[in-house]
Every structure is written in structure tokens, then in C-alpha cells.
Nanobody, 126 residues
Framework: QVQLVESGGGSVQAGGSLRLSCAAS????????MGWFRQAPGKEREFVGS????????AYADSVKGRFAVSKDNAKNTAYLLMNSLKPEDTAVYYC???????????????????WGQGTQVTVSS
């Protein structure tokens, strides 16, 4: 079992930046692809970005490409989501997830992930 805990959310003005962390415990995430999803009020959860087990490849939703960056530090057993140039439409609860089955890829679909965190709120004001 892997437990994932997100942190770093908060309120920020449009154009600002935040870095979310996803701390893992129970198992090392060395052999896991890690992903980030978000869910805005009244909307379905959507893919944001993901990274392979090695950190060698990343994938992003078109809406965040060029503004967000996913990374992972296997030594710290932590994944990160750096968010720059934030927009009000980025307001959502952000979730991190770990995939053991698809560790060699950049999973983009929810069912490809085995473990999920509880989420952290990000609010961007205009």
C-alpha cells in the first residue's frame, strides 16, 4: 500500500505560482509513475500532468502545457507539481496519484492509477 498526502495548496492571485507536493509513505515511489489530476466544483476530475517512474518523460493536458511542470524526487519519495502563470480557471482540488502498473509510461486516465491522495485546494483569484 502507498499512502499519498498532498500539500502546498492555497489561495493565489492570477499570474502567481504555487508548488504542490505529494509525499508518499508505505512504499517507495521509485517504481511508480506519478500523476496529478484536478476537480473543479460541478466538473469531472481531469488529468493535469504525469511523469514516468524514472522522471524521463512527462505529459500534460493542453490547458496547462507550458505553465505547469511535474517532477519527482525518488530519494525524498515525493512528487511535485509546479504551477506558474495561474489562472482563475485553474481553481480546483488537486489530487496526486501513483501508478504501479503503468510505471514506464505517463498515464493520463484515472483507471490507470492505483493510489490516490486526498487532495489539496487551489484557489486563483482574478
Amino acid at each position: 500500500q502507498v499512502q499519498l498526502v498532498e500539500s502546498g495548496g492555497g489561495s493565489v492571485q492570477a499570474g502567481g505560482s504555487l508548488r504542490l507536493s505529494c509525499a508518499a509513505s508505505g512504499r517507495t515511489i521509485n517504481n511508480y509513475a506519478m500523476g496529478w489530476f484536478r476537480q473543479a466544483p460541478g466538473k469531472e476530475r481531469e488529468f493535469v500532468g504525469s511523469i514516468t517512474w524514472s522522471g524521463g518523460s512527462t505529459a500534460y493536458a493542453d490547458s496547462v502545457k507550458g505553465r505547469f511542470a511535474v517532477s519527482k524526487d525518488n530519494a525524498k519519495n515525493t512528487a511535485y507539481l509546479l504551477m506558474n502563470s495561474l489562472k482563475p480557471e485553474d481553481t480546483a482540488v488537486y489530487y496526486c496519484a501513483g501508478s504501479g502498473s503503468w510505471y514506464f509510461t505517463t498515464p493520463t486516465r484515472m483507471h490507470e492509477y492505483d493510489y490516490w491522495g486526498q487532495g489539496t485546494q487551489v484557489t486563483v483569484s482574478s
